[in-house]
């Protein structure tokens, strides 16, 4: 998988609602993230455009980006933030170096999360924490998505978890479990609703190729003009009772290293 299947176009549409819900994302995950006192060295993998990293460097964490396709545009020059270039499989890291990493819908990319997994834990401190989030596959949007969920993504998602896999896999990999919410928002509530949109497209993820300015037909620019409000409400009520129910659409772990 190279980095065509990650590329960004130079310009999107509907970019300031794209950028809230962003930010509404980046506040979960550093709220899971909670505790981190000023000068920790947080360890961010697939950092995308920053977001998170830049967040955190403004609290004043020191933060180590890594993301081997995107321009981390949000954190470029900014005081206490490094980037780097590389995929997690090749990076080295001094062991030990970090209190914390963030693998937040990262693992679901990789051919081999548990070796990238292992090699996370030695870049951690004894007392560290691990911060993952990846799709559930056992969630109720991806029921009633079937091969037209959102978060499938066969062109860029190597794995999908269910709860019970993840949980395994970090056991496997030397880390336990310390806090695990029940309810989860951040990349959920769009994949919900995007899954319910797909189901009256045409085009698989119309809407997001609509964002990107690639083309779209007009029926189903027509059908998601139409539907997209109704269900944008439809799918957080849905969502929200599926998460409370256990079967939201991301799972999110914090777990520490095993001595």
Excluded: K
């Excluded at 079937?146 to 269910?162: A, C, E, K, N």
């Amino acid at each position: 998988m190279g980095s065509e299947a990650y590329a960004q176009p130079a310009r999107r549409r509907l970019a300031t609602p794209i950028a809230s819900l962003l930010a509404l994302g980046v506040r979960e995950q550093r709220r899971l993230l909670h505790g981190l006192p000023r000068g920790a060295r947080v360890l961010d993998l697939g950092a995308g455009d920053g977001r998170l990293a830049a967040a955190l460097a403004r609290t004043g964490l020191r933060v180590t980006a890594v993301e081997p396709f995107r321009e981390v545009a949000a954190a470029r020059g900014l005081a206490g933030v490094e980037v780097v270039r590389a995929r997690v499989e090749t990076l080295e890291l001094p062991p030990g170096a970090f209190d914390a990493a963030i693998a937040w819908h990262v693992l679901e990319h990789l051919d081999r999360p548990q070796t990238a997994l292992e090699r996370v834990r030695g870049w951690l401190a004894p007392h560290g924490r691990l911060l993952a989030g990846v799709p559930n596959l056992a969630s109720v949007q991806a029921r009633l998505g079937g091969d037209r969920w959102f978060h499938l993504d066969p062109s860029r998602h190597r794995v999908h978890f269910t709860a019970h896999g993840l949980e395994r896999l970090l056991e496997r990999t030397g880390f336990r479990i310390v806090a695990r919410p029940r309810i989860v928002l951040d990349q959920a509530l769009a994949g919900m609703w995007l899954t319910l949109l797909n189901r009256l497209t045409r085009r698989q993820d119309a809407l997001r190729a609509f964002v990107r300015r690639e083309p779209v037909t007009a029926r189903d620019l027509a059908v998601t003009a139409v539907a997209g409000g109704p269900l944008l409400a439809a799918g957080v009520l849905l969502e929200l009772a599926a998460a409370a129910a256990g079967r939201g659409g991301a799972i999110a772990v914090v777990a520490r290293p095993l001595p």
